[in-house]
């Protein structure tokens, strides 16, 4: 009997965690749907707690707070988007505006997928008004992982600028993350606001940007550097 129960002992810490882990992901999913129609003000932990039938320090006991909720759904689903979305920003025969109006039109899409505009303005305000706190700093990572990921697409094309001159990828992808900032932003405050509306304003920025920093058979003719 002993060596069953040796035999069978080390089972019991993986059906833990998969139950641990699908408790999390009911706690996550019952907050965002109460985040979207009654807003994360108005929602107490006691509702997430009644949302997925536990105890409220059940939910405590796996975020310690709205915030740390909020945080593991944009962290946790912005990353998942950026890599599954990784092989989806090169398009053969698309200019160079229209791939990077693409990429910025998907990851505002992802985002509203992730959590619906109101949470998203409640996080953008959060870290105006607390920027010291974990959810601002949790929140600028994830800005700062955008810039990664549309630098690392810069770099993987063979960019020629009117200039002439070299261009850091990095600052080619936070101007071009600064463009569309302000987009997001009337997207988000904007209910009415469509992700086709959203493409039109990007595209309208982008456009002229692009014309002005790249040549002109770079911009027409983006191409991908050969790989080695």
């Given at each position: 009997m002993s060596e069953l129960?040796?035999?069978?002992?080390?089972?019991?810490?993986?059906?833990?965690?998969?139950?641990?882990a699908r408790r999390r992901d009911e706690i996550i999913a019952a907050a965002k749907d109460l985040f979207a129609r009654q807003g994360i003000d108005a929602t107490t932990m006691a509702d997430i707690a009644a949302a997925v039938e536990i105890s409220t320090p059940t939910v405590f006991n796996y975020f310690g707070s709205k915030d740390g909720i909020l945080i593991a759904m944009i962290t946790e689903g912005t990353m998942e988007a950026r890599e599954e979305d990784r092989a989806l920003h090169w398009r053969e025969g698309v200019d160079l505006a229209g791939l990077i109006t693409g990429l910025f039109v998907r990851v505002s899409s992802r985002t509203l997928e992730?959590?619906?505009?109101?949470?998203?303005?409640?996080?953008?305000?959060?870290?105006?008004?607390?920027p010291d706190a974990n959810l601002s700093r949790q929140y600028a990572a994830v800005s700062a992982a955008l810039i990664d990921v549309v630098a690392e697409f810069l770099a993987e094309m063979s960019l020629t600028t009117r200039a002439?001159?070299?261009?850091?990828?990095?600052?080619?992808?936070?101007?071009?993350?600064?463009?569309?900032?302000p987009c997001f932003i009337r997207l988000i405050t904007d209910e009415t606001e469509t992700l086709a509306e959203h493409e039109v304003a990007l595209r309208s920025r982008f456009e002229p940007l692009?014309?002005?920093?790249?040549?002109?058979?770079?911009?027409?003719h983006p191409r991908r550097k050969a790989v080695k």
């Open positions: 129960s040796t035999i069978q002992a080390p089972a019991e810490p993986g059906l833990r965690d998969r139950k641990k992730i959590a619906g505009k109101r949470v998203w303005r409640y996080a953008e305000a959060a870290a105006i008004r607390h002439g001159s070299d261009t850091s990828p990095a600052l080619l992808a936070a101007v071009f993350h600064d463009v569309w900032m692009v014309a002005l920093i790249f040549t002109e058979d770079c911009a027409e």
